[in-house]
């Protein structure tokens, strides 16, 4: 009986191995539970993608493999900085029936940030595929850009619960292949899209300390609703993004989903 036992039991053993791994290779790598920089670590991000209410037009703004190039570019500036992926992103200048008929893309995320302080909001960057020809459809710094909705909270506009908060970069520091770290808190110029501080606006911009410092006016403080990378409405553009950058997470863009990983 006790031989019998134990073959009943090592079998009952063996099944629920097996069941594990089916589960496991099912379900995919669980999520990190998030730090409060908006984002999980050492695992999988699971909340990004179009942002439907923003995007404009049908503009290509998805998770792909490379670009691995362009032709003849050979090293660590030939492939993306992290994994093999990247977030691709096509808009177009002209395809619209509304004024101006320029498409716009966004790509971000309406859960994992959502009440973060935007005080809080320490290192921001991304790493970006620009080509040549991007160029020529509208000058150097014809670049995507990084956007944070937010509510300002403003004690002089109590009524005004939504802005966006937009990065603009500078040109690529280099065309036709990856550039290195582009760090969104030195370079650039950053605006509020509502026009609640006169001093950046999208006609006058200022640094990201500028823009935090007049946000900070002692009231509650002002608040992140989403994040995220957009396109447009100006320019067409093809290109990628990949490590994306907020606080201590990069977000890994893959042709799977985005990763995250520590700074």
Known sequence: MSTRFGATRGKAL?????????????????????????????GRSDHWGVIARNTIGSPVAAPRNGPFGSFGVTGPSASPPYGRGSLGIEVADNSTSLSPPSEKADFGNEVDFYGDPVQGLRNIGFHVFQTQENVGYGGAENM????????????????????TMVWVPEAAPVTNRWSGYIDATS???WYLTGN?????????????EELKTALDDGGTGATILSAGISKGRDHMWIGAVDGLRINRTVYDFEADGVRTRRA
């Not at 089916?22 to 050492?42: E, Q, R």
């Not at 609640?196 to 990201?208: K, N």
């Open 14 to 42: 063996a099944v629920a191995a097996l069941a594990a791994i089916i589960a496991s290779t099912l379900s995919g790598p669980a999520s990190a539970a998030s730090d409060g920089n908006g984002g999980d670590h050492g």
């Open 196 to 208: 609640e501080i006169p001093t950046c606006t999208r006609a006058v911009q200022c640094s990201l």
């Open 144 to 163: 995507p850009t990084i956007r944070f909705e937010i509510d300002p909270n403003l004690t002089a506009l109590p009524d005004d619960n939504y802005s």
């Open 187 to 189: 370079t650039g110029s």
